[in-house]
C-alpha cells in the first residue's frame, strides 16, 4: 500500500547532484512526524540514508553524512534528498518512508513508490 | 554500526509448510526488530514491528518472536504469495541496519 510521492530525475551525472522530494498526503500528515530516505541495491541490500523530523532536526547515516542533505517544507507536505558528488555506487532505488524514533508504530510502515535513479554520464 | 545477520539467505518449501527465518543482532537491541517482506518488483512491506507485534492486516500466519539479540520470523501454513524476500531490521541505535535478506521460494 503505497502512499507516498517521490518524485525527481532518475539519471544523474556522475559528481552531480541527486535530488528527490517526496509528497506526504493530507490524511497522514497529522500523524506524520520523522520521514525517512532509504535505498536499495543488489549489491548491499537496503541502506538507511537519514531521518528528518517534521520540524528539522536531521539524523544522517555517517557513511553517507558528508553528502546529504535532507529538508521539509511542511507547508507543501513536503520532504526532501539531496546527495552531492554522485557515483555509479549510488545507482540504486531510492524510498522515502514514514518514521518514528519513539513509537515503533510509524516506523517504516508506509513507503513511496521508490525511484529507481541510475548515475550516469 | 549494528550488524544484523540473517539466516538462511535462501531457503524453498511446500505450500503449507512452516519455516523459521532468524536475524541475529551483533549487540543487543532488546526488542526494536521489524521484519519486512518484498515481493519481486514492489516495495518493502512491514509483516512485524516491536520483535512480535503484527502489522494491522497482515495474514495471522506470521509471526515474531525473540529478544535482545537472537529474533526470529516464523511463517505457517505457507501459501504462493509468501514467495519474496524478507527482511529484518533494527533501529535500537542509528544508523538503523537491515538484515542481508532471505529469500523464499515456494515450490
Known amino acids: 500500500q503505497v502512499h507516498l510521492q517521490e518524485s525527481g530525475p532518475v539519471l544523474v551525472k556522475p559528481s552531480e547532484t541527486l535530488s528527490l522530494t517526496c509528497s506526504v498526503p493530507?490524511?497522514?500528515?497529522?500523524?506524520?512526524?520523522?520521514n525517512s530516505w532509504l535505498r536499495q541495491t543488489a549489491g548491499k541490500g537496503l541502506e538507511w540514508i537519514g531521518r528528518?523530523?517534521?520540524?528539522?532536526?536531521?539524523y544522517y547515516n555517517p557513511s553517507l553524512k558528508s553528502r546529504v542533505t535532507l529538508s521539509v517544507d511542511m507547508s507543501k507536505n513536503q520532504f526532501s534528498l539531496k546527495l552531492t558528488s554522485v557515483t555509479a555506487a549510488d545507482t540504486a532505488v531510492y524510498y522515502c518512508?514514514?518514521?518514528?524514533?519513539?513509537?515503533?508504530?510509524?516506523?517504516?510502515?508506509?513507503w513511496g513508490q521508490g525511484t529507481p535513479v541510475t548515475v550516469s554520464s | 554500526d549494528i550488524q544484523m545477520t540473517q539466516s538462511p539467505s535462501a531457503l524453498s518449501a511446500s505450500v503449507g509448510d512452516r519455516v523459521n527465518i532468524t536475524c541475529r543482532a551483533s549487540?543487543?537491541?532488546?526488542?526494536?526488530l521489524a521484519w519486512f517482506q518484498q515481493r519481486p518488483g514492489k516495495i518493502p512491506t512491514r509483516l512485524i514491528f516491536?520483535?512480535?507485534t503484527l502489522q494491522n492486516g497482515v495474514p495471522s500466519r506470521f509471526s515474531g518472536s525473540g529478544s535482545g539479540t537472537d529474533f526470529t520470523l516464523t511463517i505457517r501454513s505457507l501459501q504462493p504469495e509468501d514467495s519474496a524476500t524478507y527482511y529484518c531490521?533494527?533501529?535500537?541505535?542509528?544508523?538503523?541496519?537491515f538484515g542481508q535478506g532471505t529469500n523464499l521460494e515456494i515450490k
Open positions: 518512508a514514514r518514521d518514528s524514533i519513539s513509537a515503533a508504530l510509524y516506523l517504516f510502515d508506509t
Open positions: 493530507g490524511d497522514i500528515i497529522t500523524s506524520y512526524y520523522y
Open positions: 528528518i523530523s517534521r520540524t528539522g532536526r536531521t
Open positions: 549487540q543487543d537491541i532488546i526488542n526494536y
Open positions: 516491536a520483535a512480535s
Open positions: 531490521l533494527q533501529h535500537k541505535i542509528d544508523p538503523c541496519t
